[in-house]
């Protein structure tokens, strides 16, 4: 339990945090933010104009759950509100990461979330990462983005801005980042091979099979998606549900339009007026065979 620890330790963890994501070029000047939740009501955060290379334990402000400073000299940083919004939503989060890695926050601005089943580990650890839509900045538009892919998802594409990781430690969310970033650079480095290939819809089940064993609950769970079909959606990593997706590219040269793994329909493809519909391969199959008796018949 992330509580258990002092603040002093937590501090220490914020900028030994905050020097990994300076150092590994994730941040210019003085670019994201970083947050621990330390108590039900206490947020610790990294204050705002300030380089996180080089930052100190006691610069660090302490904020309550609605961003009213408790403790510090500095400003907290007016991202946090980003912040204090996912630990309102989403139980078991006691910590967020805010950077522009160049890999990942190429592909938010490109418009195309990483949402495909190409890699095994991604797929166990994040499933897939959504593109959420552009806010501006220090306004309550990106809390707002973010939400709606809360329940499923741990890492978010934010749209011609950067990257966004939650976890239940400070780590774990700093990880997320890590696998995010390096999930991008793969991926572009395939597409200029020419080549994105996934894996195929029984293997990607096993995977999937494996990691409801492995993961227990952790949440929802998005899966990831082959052409245009979201794989193991519904239920933790169960592999249940599959979800057929309107609108999607079946290529890597997405749309950029975001998706709704949990069939909602409440996307933009939606929003675009394409009816997002869900069929079982059977019917499809039956529903063909109908359709091409039909035209046999009338010849
Ligand atoms: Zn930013």
Same mark, same amino acid.
């Given at each position: ?66 961003? @009213? ?24 989060? @006691? ?22 089943? &190409?890699?095994?580990?991604?797929? &166990? ?59 991008? /650079? ?33 949440? %929802? ?6 052409? %245009? ?9 169960? %592999? ?30 939606? &929003? ?23 035209? &046999?018949?009338? /010849?």
């Amino acid at each position: 339990m992330v509580y258990q620890k002092t603040e002093s330790q937590h501090r220490n963890d914020i900028i030994d945090i905050c020097k990994r994501v300076h150092s590994n070029g994730w941040v210019a000047s003085n670019d994201g933010n970083i947050s621990i939740r330390i108590g039900p009501n206490a947020v610790l955060c990294t204050p705002t104009g300030m380089s996180k290379g080089y930052l100190r334990t006691d610069q660090l402000v302490k904020v309550d759950m609605d961003g @009213n400073k408790l403790e510090g000299e500095l400003e907290a940083s007016s991202e946090v509100k980003i912040h204090l919004d996912v630990y309102k939503n989403k139980k078991g989060i @006691n910590s967020a990461v805010h950077a522009h890695p160049p890999y990942a926050t190429a592909y938010a601005v490109a418009g195309i979330p990483l949402d495909q089943c &190409v890699i095994p580990e991604i797929i &166990v650890s994040l499933g897939s990462i959504p593109l959420t839509k552009y806010g501006t900045p220090s306004t309550q538009e990106i809390p707002e983005s973010i939400r709606k892919y809360l329940p499923d998802h741990n890492a978010f594409l934010l749209e011609n801005h950067g990257a966004f990781t939650i976890g239940n430690d400070v780590h774990q969310a700093y990880y997320r980042m890590e696998s995010m970033e390096l999930f991008a /650079k793969i991926s572009l480095l395939a597409k200029t091979l020419g080549n994105v290939n996934t894996i195929s819809e029984e293997n990607v089940q096993k995977i999937m099979d494996m990691r409801s064993n492995w993961i227990k609950d952790e949440g %929802g769970y998005a899966g990831c998606r082959i052409d %245009g079909k979201f794989i193991g959606s519904a239920g933790n990593g169960s %592999g249940a549900g599959v979800n057929t997706v309107a609108g999607q590219n079946s290529g890597n040269n997405g749309s950029g339009s975001s998706y709704s793994p949990d069939g909602s329909g409440n996307n933009d493809a939606a &929003v675009n007026g394409d009816d997002v519909i869900t069929i079982r391969k059977s019917e499809l199959v039956d529903m063909i065979s109908k359709i091409v008796a039909n035209i &046999v018949n009338k /010849k």
